[in-house]
């Protein structure tokens, strides 16, 4: 999914959120102000 202008995660992979960004294997990932509401509406459903 994209998460960023960057970014695209495969969701399976993340270890944990953290505000506005994702940890995947040590690294944050910023979550961009224009994926964010589809991002969570993902993660919530």
Not at 6 to 11: D, F, T, W
Not at 14 to 38: L, Q, S
């Amino acid at each position: 999914m994209r998460v960023h202008k960057s970014y695209i995660v495969a969701l399976e992979h993340i270890a944990f959120i953290e505000r506005n960004r994702i940890v995947i294997e040590g690294e944050y990932i910023p979550i961009g102000a224009t994926y964010k509401d589809a991002f969570w509406n993902k993660i919530n459903s």
